[in-house]
């Protein structure tokens, strides 16, 4: 398994700040009208670099 790091100058070159607003605003959205499962959550331990990710895994049970 490989974890794809992109820094903030590549993701500024991916997504603007609109899109990025309006696809959190639509995830909101579908979370308030129970389009959405929300599994769990894990962490990845990053003893290299002393640190730590949570991730929150969800995804829509249906489409928006």
């Not at 903030?8 to 607003?21: K, S």
């Not at 929300?38 to 290299?48: E, K, R, T, V």
């Not at 640190?51 to 049970?61: A, D, I, P, Q, R």
């Amino acid at each position: 398994m490989s974890l794809l790091l992109i820094n903030e100058d590549e993701l500024r070159q991916t997504i603007t700040i609109a899109e990025a607003i309006e696809t959190v605003k639509q995830a909101f959205m579908a979370s308030a009208e129970g389009h959405m499962n929300m599994p769990g959550s894990f962490s990845l331990h990053l003893p290299d670099v002393q640190g730590k990710v949570n991730v929150e895994g969800t995804y829509f049970s249906q489409s928006p």
